[in-house]
C-alpha cells in the first residue's frame, strides 16, 4: 500500500506530520483529492475541511481557515493561518474542537453557506468519531 507524507503547519506550530493513503482539499476551485505519486502543484486553500486518510483507513479531519498547499510525488505540505483537528477521546472533547472550528471558520467568512457547508462537515466527521 503505497502512502504520502502529510504536513499541516500553522503559525503555531504543527497540526498534523504523518503518512497518509489520501489527502483530500478545500481548494479555491473546489476539493480535490491527493493520492501518492499526485502531479506536482501549488495553490491556494479555501476554508474548509481537509481529510486525511490514514494506514489503518481511518478518517482524520482538520478545519482550515486559508492557506496555501505544495504537494510532489511523495510529499504534500500544506501552510495554513489557522486549524482545528476534530478529535478526542470523550465527546466534550470532540464539542470544545467542535466550537474551535465554527469560531474559526465564521472568523473567515463572509457567507452563511460557506459557514453552513464547513459546519455540516465537521458535525458529520465528529459522528463519525463517537
Given at each position: 500500500?503505497?502512502?504520502?507524507h502529510?504536513?499541516?503547519?500553522t ?8 503518512v ?7 481548494g ?7 493520492l ?19 494506514e ?24 495554513v ?15 470544545k474542537a ?10 473567515v ?22
Open positions: 500500500m503505497e502512502t504520502l502529510l504536513e499541516i503547519v503559525p503555531n506550530g504543527s497540526i498534523y506530520d504523518g497518509a493513503l489520501e489527502v483530500t482539499l478545500p479555491e476551485e473546489g476539493e480535490f483529492g491527493v501518492p505519486h499526485h502531479a506536482s502543484l501549488t495553490t491556494l486553500l479555501q476554508a474548509g475541511v481537509i481529510d486525511i486518510e490514514k489503518d483507513k481511518t478518517i482524520e479531519s482538520i478545519v482550515v481557515n486559508w492557506g496555501v498547499v505544495q504537494v510532489d510525488e511523495e510529499k504534500v505540505v500544506v501552510l493561518d489557522g486549524a482545528v483537528a476534530i478529535r478526542g477521546t470523550s465527546e466534550s472533547d470532540i464539542a467542535l466550537d474551535e472550528a465554527k469560531t474559526l471558520i465564521s472568523d467568512s463572509d457567507s452563511n453557506l460557506a459557514i453552513a457547508s464547513v459546519s455540516a462537515r465537521i458535525e458529520s466527521a465528529a459522528h463519525n468519531l463517537v
